[in-house]
T-cell receptor, first 116, second 111 residues
Framework: EAGVTQFPSHSVIEKGQTVTLRCDPISGHDNLYWYRRVMGKEIKFLLHFVKESKQDESGMPNNRFLAERTGGTYSTLKVQPAELEDSGVYFC??????????????FGPGTRLLVL | RKEVEQDPGPFNVPEGATVAFNCTYSNSASQSFFWYRQDCRKEPKLLMSVYSSGNEDGRFTAQLNRASQYISLLIRDSKLSDSATYLCVVTRGSTLGRLYFGRGTQLTVWP
């Protein structure tokens, strides 16, 4: 079974430009999460989709970040305009529930974003 | 105060050693607890969930103390392949699904 995939793996852009990150979750997973790790800090939650609906977007840093999940399959995270402090690794995760109802999140390899 | 606090290490131990990592969480409403493993420049992967009764998976033992808001991970008979960063992760019932991460503890096992 294919895991969570993310594209691109790396992106280097200049301040003020726009970047769009894509995440393809594991097939059949309704929950999709975006997280970010800024250098030297812990991984932090950005937002959570259940199918195509935003369940929780309280972790989004500001209105320069826009996430979508049209059709409840893949998701995109757009940063417009990018700022220096947006540099970091952006992880996507999707989740399933085991027979005990415990949720397990599976992470994609991440997109390394560098804003110059 | 951070949601999850970990000793960043690094821990450098020889093969065969036993090593223990500790983690504390600040929110008493935390509901689920995990240890994730992250290899260099890779994604986090679930190592094991942590239950109140404690649980063991091969060489790995996890313990949870809700009263002290403390989680531990014990690795016995360390292997070279155990070298990685170990992330302490919790969830809250009020923010369904959202994971709160510690900064991670770096482990290097040397031959």
């Amino acid at each position: 079974e294919a895991g969570v995939t993310q594209f691109p793996s790396h992106s280097v852009i200049e301040k003020g430009q726009t970047v769009t990150l894509r995440c393809d979750p594991i097939s059949g997973h309704d929950n999709l999460y975006w997280y970010r790790r800024v250098m030297g800090k812990e991984i932090k939650f950005l937002l959570h989709f259940v199918k195509e609906s935003k369940q929780d977007e309280s972790g989004m840093p500001n209105n320069r970040f826009l996430a979508e999940r049209t059709g409840g399959t893949y998701s995109t995270l757009k940063v417009q305009p990018a700022e220096l402090e947006d540099s970091g690794v952006y992880f996507c995760a999707s989740s399933s529930y085991d027979r005990l109802g415990q949720e397990t999140q599976y992470f994609g390899p991440g997109t390394r974003l560098l804003v110059l | 105060r951070k949601e999850v606090e970990q000793d960043p290490g690094p821990f450098n131990v020889p093969e065969g050693a036993t090593v223990a990592f500790n983690c504390t969480y600040s929110n008493s409403a935390s509901q689920s607890f995990f240890w994730y493993r992250q290899d260099c420049r890779k994604e986090p992967k679930l190592l094991m969930s942590v239950y109140s009764s404690g649980n063991e998976d091969g060489r790995f033992t996890a313990q949870l103390n809700r009263a002290s808001q403390y989680i531990s991970l014990l690795i016995r008979d360390s292997k070279l392949s155990d070298s990685a960063t170990y992330l302490c992760v919790v969830t809250r019932g009020s923010t369904l699904g959202r994971l709160y991460f510690g900064r991670g503890t770096q482990l290097t096992v040397w031959p």
